[in-house]
């Protein structure tokens, strides 16, 4: 099941500086610092095929399989070493064996008194330093290996580009809302320490020999700050179930519920596959927990729920009441008619050069006033105006995902007179 909010004129006028920052923090990671570490990965296997190392450590993989009584991790074992394409595969398995390497690190499978020990030896550090030079394996968070900084990095490493796209596109749509709600600092700290409890959570799920990539558990803490902070604020919905899909409008946070029920059915049903759906539930409790805190806050900077509904200017109905100025007198030089016919809104393009006309069954309108008001620019002024009020500009403002933000805009010239009586 997919559910997604979406937003408009909800909150008051925020330029989302932390979202932009951790986008950006993540693009330039993924095409910059991870854009080798593929070509990194082959050198280092190519290196160990070449080496002593397979005619050493993959026997004694296997001898020590054997004495644990693991047939079944044997007969696979077994079958990727017959093929030498297989061997990432081979070390992988081997590599998630913690029991096993620390006793290989520590010279207690390979002892100095074999012959080979010292070429092994020298081996084995040079490709482990090579494996240290691959990004994404140096500052992923390893269970077997835990460390304050890898609980930190992990978030903004990615396993590809489509891991990368679908988190960014998630982030963006959730993210301004909540950081107009809490503030630039704020919305950071719930991000950070939200990834901190997704870690804590598949670690406590998963156990040994398990790695951690990608930003999706600090983005669940984003969804379950924002299904708490907007709480009982009925917003749009699209959500996604098989082949039926569909838009409903339901308080935000009947939306925490279903997130987590999600992410924990999948966790029963796919177990420990490639996906960290127990670094998802965690994200989005520790964001849920730490948004609780904050509510009234994040309150005050909501719009009333009628502002939502407001419709644009251009969709709006033309004003209908006499503007200010001297108009002129009934059979005067400028003749006036009587205007039945109600004028079309303003186009977009036209607003910052047009002026507004009374409309109406009740408004009188000069025509060659009219006329000359139509070639209306800021450089030259109608040849007769009578009275027009001259539309002034508005602090002008654009969407960005349920976000508004301020743009800075000119107001147009005055209120002009009319000289033709």
């Known amino acids: 099941m997919f559910l997604m909010p979406y937003l408009r004129n909800v909150t008051r006028p925020h330029f989302p ?29 190519e290196y160990y095929a070449q080496s002593v190392l397979p005619r050493l450590e993959l026997p004694a993989y296997a001898d020590y399989l054997k004495k644990q009584r693991r047939a079944d991790d044997l007969k696979k074992f077994e079958q990727l070493s017959r093929h030498k394409e297989a061997l990432p595969y081979v070390l992988h398995r081997m590599d998630k064996d913690a029991v096993f390497m620390r006793a290989l690190r520590a010279g207690q499978v390979i002892t100095p008194e074999h012959e080979d020990y010292a070429q092994w030896r020298q081996a084995r550090e040079h490709f482990e330093r090579s494996i240290d030079s ?6 992923a968070f390893d269970t077997d290996h835990p460390s304050w900084l890898t609980a930190f990095t992990h978030q903004f490493l990615h396993g590809g580009t489509g891991h990368l796209i679908g988190n960014m596109v998630v982030l963006i749509a959730i993210a301004p809302a909540v950081e ?11 991000y950070l320490l939200g990834g901190l409890g997704a870690v804590a959570l598949h670690w406590l799920i998963v156990g040994s020999g398990s790695g951690l990539v990608g930003a999706s558990g600090a983005i669940s803490a984003v969804m379950g700050a924002f299904a708490v902070l907007l709480y009982k604020r009925r917003i749009p919905f699209f959500y996604f179930v098989v082949v039926y899909f569909d838009i409903v409008r339901a308080p935000a946070l009947i939306a925490l519920p279903i997130w987590l029920a999600n992410e924990l059915l999948q966790l029963v049903w796919n177990g420990n596959s490639q996906i960290a759906y127990g670094a998802h539930i965690g994200g989005l409790l520790t964001g849920s927990l730490l948004a609780w805190f904050f509510r009234k806050r994040a309150a005050a900077q909501l719009l009333p729920e009628g502002a939502a509904k407001r419709p644009r200017r251009m969709d709006r109905p033309a004003p209908t009441h006499r503007p200010s100025g001297i108009w002129p007198k009934l059979g005067g030089p400028c003749a006036t008619t009587p205007s039945t016919k109600r004028v079309a809104p303003t186009p977009r393009w036209r607003r910052r050069q047009t002026a507004t006309w009374p409309t109406g069954a009740n408004a009188s309108t000069c025509l060659s006033c009219r006329r000359a008001a139509r070639n209306f620019t800021r450089r030259r002024a109608p040849s007769c105006a009578c009275g027009p009020t001259i539309r002034k500009r508005r602090a002008s403002s654009w969407r960005f995902f349920g976000v508004t933000l301020p743009w800075p805009s000119r107001a147009l010239i005055s209120t002009t007179s009319c000289w033709c009586d």
């Open 134 to 139: 691959i990004t994404i394996k140096r500052y």
């Open 180 to 190: 107009a709600l809490l503030g630039t600092g704020l919305f950071l700290l719930i």
């Open 17 to 45: 500086v932390g979202v932009i920052l951790l986008v950006v923090i993540n693009l330039f990671v993924f095409f910059g610092l991870q854009q080798r570490d593929e070509a990194r990965y082959h050198l280092a296997f």
